[in-house]
């Protein structure tokens, strides 16, 4: 899941996927970081040149619709191994530069059920659930705009549960209980989507449905 204009005014990453976006580089050097008159440094101009280059190479490294595999259902994980592991870093570090607050298997081209997410804390790192399941969901629920890492800079209204309890497990294998809500609990809903071959333009209105629709199709090329 991408950003989105209310995600977090804390900027933490990762498809969430609506305007704000997410500094992960926080190398900042005090009391140099402007010229005179307010201009950036040199050295804040490469740090955002840097940034950006990250996040080409890690949008270009996830999958974007129409892929088959994002319709897929993913298989539930039965060894959790070092390869898991790996493959749980490699899904942090995707998200983080491609300025994501959750990223699933499906997403980078693996039909195993394990997502990454950025929880709604400050002070939170970022964290895997393997095998995630809904167990539990309000009966509010709230409409808001969500992007997506795997749909460009498309964004659609989708109604969600505010509160969600989650039962999964940790890349390690031992057994984890997620009480989410508001944001926390958008962010995971969006990435089990993932995990069953849903997106969010299955679960937006019928007219957005259709504008999305037109907005994803490939545009004829100039004629020669």
């Known amino acids: 899941?991408?950003?989105?204009?209310?995600?977090?005014?804390?900027?933490?990453g990762h498809d969430h996927e609506h305007g704000h976006e997410h500094e992960h580089d926080h190398d900042h050097d005090h009391g140099h970081d402007h010229a005179e008159g307010g201009r950036r440094s040199k050295k804040e101009l490469e740090r955002e040149a840097r940034a950006r280059a990250r996040e080409m190479v890690a949008r270009s490294q996830i999958r974007q619709y129409p892929e088959p595999v994002l319709r897929e259902p993913a298989r539930p994980v039965s060894e959790f191994s070092d390869d898991l592991r790996a493959l749980v870093k490699r899904m942090i570090t995707l998200m983080d530069d491609a300025n994501g607050v959750g990223l699933a298997g499906n997403q980078v081209g693996l039909l195993r059920r394990v997502l990454v997410y950025h929880p709604d804390r400050e002070d939170a790192e970022a964290r895997a659930l393997v095998n995630p399941v809904i167990v539990e969901r309000s009966e509010e629920t709230a409409v808001d705009e969500e992007g997506c890492l795997s749909l460009g800079p498309l964004r659609v209204p989708v109604e969600r549960n505010v509160r969600i309890s989650v039962d999964a497990q940790d890349e390690n294998g031992e057994a984890v209980h997620v009480d989410a809500e508001n944001l926390e609990a958008r962010i995971l809903q969006h990435e089990i989507d993932h995990l069953d071959g849903v997106l969010t333009i299955d679960r937006t209105p019928p007219e957005s449905r259709r504008e999305a629709l037109a907005a994803l199709r490939p545009q004829p090329g100039p004629r020669r």
């Open 1 to 12: 899941m991408a950003t989105t204009e209310h995600d977090h005014d804390h900027d933490h």
